[in-house]
């Protein structure tokens, strides 16, 4: 589905840059990418939809080379949604919105097709299509964008830090309509993410990445174990799992705190 | 194209001037080129405001900025060339009258913009602003407002090229390389630019309330701005630039 083959990328301003970077995810993958700032995940990501060109190596979506094709050209297969969705938005009403990039992948002719999916967007986000999207809080926002990215049905979304700024409510309701997504349309999902709660609930691999480079690429459960790499990465794992490691025997493979529990209930239970 | 309004360190002559006296060069060179309608004047002038950049040690800069305006230069160039009828036919539709005041029009906006940006690079915003409260005495309110609207050009082109960035990863073609439909698409995108420049001043302001702002004093900055010889050379040769551009004429 996506393959990156020894990508490098540097900006003219010698900024971040990623060095030498090679990965595949499966179709109906949900990935994390794992790093501290600077470690060049936002990086990774826009050479994956290839918002920048790799200056090194190449990235395949369902075998056709990004830098082949134009952007805009790939949002029927590529959806991203952004750290910031203001950026994204640039309608007055949450229905002219969606409408608005339907309109753009699908053209102007498919009027009565674009009504139809934007009312089911609409229904499933629970918005009545008639609100200020600028009127509306940062997780509203948030949502309407992905409600919008998501509209064109793309096969792979990619979500960079998604849920930065939101409260645990809306990041609760996003998170589990992505993890849907992924479950029953078999959506792949790449996902930038500083929340290791979040990475833990969601996602199933993670990409750990350190100074431009891909440093391990693993299951949530073994990364999160990996003292070395975590520490390379300058990352904590979730208290859950810290608790757990630090309880050690059986309980070390706990990853929910629900698990833990009941572990520990039967321990007592025994003895 | 970011870091062109970004200042670039530096210990060169331009950087340690006075910041008052590298806007009355400025001024003087954007005057003398007002002046004269003479070609070979403004190329005078613009042959100076390139060297000013090899003095401030920012040459690759100083092309660079020359590059993207030459390129806005062009366009401006065909325009005059194309619409103004006055004097002898040379080619086609296009008189020599034309091709002078297309050629005079382009230079002076080359020799007007380039010493603007160059001073940004070879002075910090704060002391533009500082300089301006303490030599000039203006008030700190307008000093800081030029400040800001300075320091926000490179905000708002960074922010707008975000957006766009986000709009093309959507569907909306500006990936596209039809410079009319870039510039169709470009209305929408007014919206979210407007809503974010609004919500960062906001906040600046929201900042700048919160620590003290209405209690700036013109003897509140700590940095004293002097008057040394390098000062006094830049400004005879500023007002010698005018002399000899109006002579000239």
Redesign the interface.
């Known amino acids: 589905m996506i393959r990156v083959e020894n990508v490098s990328y540097s900006y003219s301003?010698g900024a971040t840059t990623v060095t030498d970077l090679s990965f595949h995810i499966q179709a109906g993958e949900f990935v994390a990418i794992l790093g501290e700032n600077g470690a060049g995940k936002t990086t990774t990501v826009?050479l994956i939809?290839g918002?920048l060109r790799p200056t090194k190596g190449r990235v395949l979506i369902n075998g056709s080379d990004t830098a082949r094709s134009?952007?805009?050209e790939r949002?029927?297969q590529?959806?991203?949604l952004?750290q910031?969705p203001?950026?994204?938005?640039?309608?007055?009403t949450v229905r002219e919105e969606i409408a608005?990039?339907l309109r753009?992948?699908w053209g102007k002719k498919e009027e009565a097709r674009i009504k139809a999916r934007t009312q089911e967007m609409l229904d499933i986000f629970s918005f009545s299509g008639d609100e200020e999207v600028?009127a509306l809080s940062k997780g509203q926002r948030q949502q309407v964008a992905l409600a919008?990215?998501l509209a064109?049905k793309p096969s792979v979304l990619i979500l960079d830090e998604p849920t930065t700024g939101l409260d645990y409510r809306e990041c609760t309701h996003i998170m589990n309509f992505i993890r849907d997504l992924n479950e029953t349309e078999g959506t792949t999902v790449v996902m930038v993410c500083h929340d290791m709660e979040v990475v833990l609930d969601y996602a199933k691999r993670a990409l750990v990445m350190a100074g431009g480079r891909l440093i391990a690429d693993g299951s949530v459960h073994q990364i999160f174990r990996n003292v070395p790499v975590m520490e390379k990465a300058s990352l904590l794992p979730p208290q859950i799992v810290q608790l757990a490691v630090r309880l050690g025997g059986e309980f070390s493979e706990a990853d929910e705190a629900g698990e833990l529990a009941e572990l520990i209930a039967k321990k007592r239970k025994g003895g | 194209m970011t870091d062109v309004f970004q200042y670039t360190p530096g210990d060169s002559v331009l950087h340690r001037m006075n910041p008052v006296t590298k806007i009355f060069l400025t001024f003087c060179i954007c005057m003398a080129a007002f002046l004269t309608d003479h070609l070979s004047v403004l190329i005078f002038l613009l042959f100076l405001d390139l060297m000013l950049g090899v003095i401030a040690g920012i040459p690759r800069k100083a092309f660079s900025i020359f590059r993207g305006l030459a390129k806005i230069s062009l366009f401006l160039f065909a325009l005059q060339a194309l619409f103004v009828r006055r004097g002898n036919p040379v080619f086609w539709i296009i008189t020599d009258e034309g091709l002078r005041t297309a050629g005079t029009v382009v230079l002076r906006l080359l020799v007007v913009c380039l010493p603007f940006a160059l001073i940004l690079a070879v002075t910090q915003v704060s002391d533009i602003a500082n300089s301006m409260v303490q030599v000039l005495h203006v008030p700190y309110a307008y000093a800081f407002t030029l400040a800001l609207t300075i320091r926000f050009i490179p905000l708002f082109m960074e922010e707008m090229s975000g957006i766009m960035e986000a709009q093309a990863a959507r569907g909306i073609e500006f990936d596209t390389k039809n410079i009319l439909k870039k510039f169709g698409l470009l209305l929408p995108l007014c919206a979210p630019l407007l809503i974010s420049s609004m919500r960062q001043t906001g906040a600046t302001a929201t900042a700048a309330r919160v620590r003290g702002f209405s209690l700036r004093t013109a003897d509140s900055g700590y940095k004293k701005y002097g008057f040394g010889l390098v000062d006094l050379c830049a400004a005879v040769l500023s007002i010698a630039l005018i002399a000899g551009a109006a002579w000239i004429r």
Do not use: E, M, P, Y
């Open positions: 301003s826009k939809d918002l134009r952007v805009s949002a029927k590529v959806g991203f952004f910031n203001d950026r994204q938005i640039c309608r007055n608005f990039g753009a992948v600028f919008s990215t064109v």
